[in-house]
């Protein structure tokens, strides 16, 4: 990185993570949920949350990050993967879609260690080339559709998932199949050039993709942010991206 912190070696030796941060348009404000952050800095990272500024602020950020966080929220504009917004389709953020499309590819382009959770699957995706469901409930066989949209306390795990062996997502859980919670309504479709699913749920959805290299780029739909507390098997998503990002620094 290009500039020094102040502070003894420990925290001098901590990746610098961005977390891209949802945006309230009536009440002008950006704003975070704490699991995102509370859980890197558990895992040993320092944290910036990431504000949608001017168009080109993201060269900027990406030369002083060691890796970034795109985190959950509103729907993807559809223009981004060359479709139109179909009535199911909800919010929109234009400024972080901007923002985080471009953090994406810049950070890819550079090697930087990338965590997509559930909306940050979605844009992952989006960004590198591929495309998402606008929404699964008219897109996908709704006979066989799981409740992705479930009604259970944030940190309950409501369905189940099959995790690929030769994954990264398989060396944080250690398992073949894990319980994961849902709060979506939109999935990961045509995956992108260069990545795979590598999570799925039991009615084909997407629940995991990742880089086939050696880049760490991994994306989950699930949201271990509001798990890790009452399960600490749920950090291990967290610390394995803070890992990277420190082998990166």
Same mark, same amino acid.
């Given at each position: ?140 066989? %709704? ?5 992705? !949209? &479930?009604? /259970? ?8 998932? *099959?995790?690929? =062996? ?40 997407? %629940? ?5 290299? !050696? &880049?760490? /780029? ?8 509001? *798990?890790?507390? =009452? ?19």
């Amino acid at each position: 990185m290009s500039f020094k912190i102040i502070g003894d070696d420990s925290v001098k030796s901590m990746p610098l993570i961005g977390v891209s941060c949802g945006i309230d348009y009536d009440k002008g404000f950006s704003y975070l949920k704490q699991g995102y952050y509370r859980a890197l800095q558990k895992s040993g990272a320092l944290v910036v949350l990431l504000t949608a500024d001017e168009e080109g602020y993201e060269n900027k950020l990406i030369e002083r990050l060691d890796g970034i966080l795109l985190s959950g929220g509103p729907d993807i504009d559809p223009v981004h993967f060359g479709e139109e917004s179909y009535t199911f389709n909800g919010n929109i953020s234009p400024d972080r879609d901007r923002q985080e499309i471009e953090l994406a590819k810049l950070a890819f382009a550079g090697g930087k260690p990338i965590l997509g959770i559930c909306r940050g699957i979605q844009v992952l995706n989006v960004a590198l080339g591929g495309t998402i469901y606008q929404d699964i409930k008219t897109q996908v066989n %709704e006979n066989k559709l799981l409740k992705h !949209d &479930q009604d /259970a306390p944030v940190w309950y795990p409501s369905h189940s998932i *099959m995790i690929n =062996k030769e994954s990264r997502v398989y060396e944080c859980f250690g398992e073949e199949t894990a319980r994961v919670n849902s709060f979506h309504h939109q999935a990961v479709k045509d995956v992108a050039q260069g990545f795979k699913a590598t999570a799925q749920a039991s009615d084909g959805i997407i %629940e995991a993709i990742e880089y086939i290299g !050696d &880049q760490y /780029a991994v994306g989950v739909q699930w949201h271990p942010e509001t *798990m890790w507390e =009452k399960d600490n098997m749920y950090l291990e998503i967290f610390k394995a991206f803070v890992k990277a990002c420190s082998e990166d620094k």
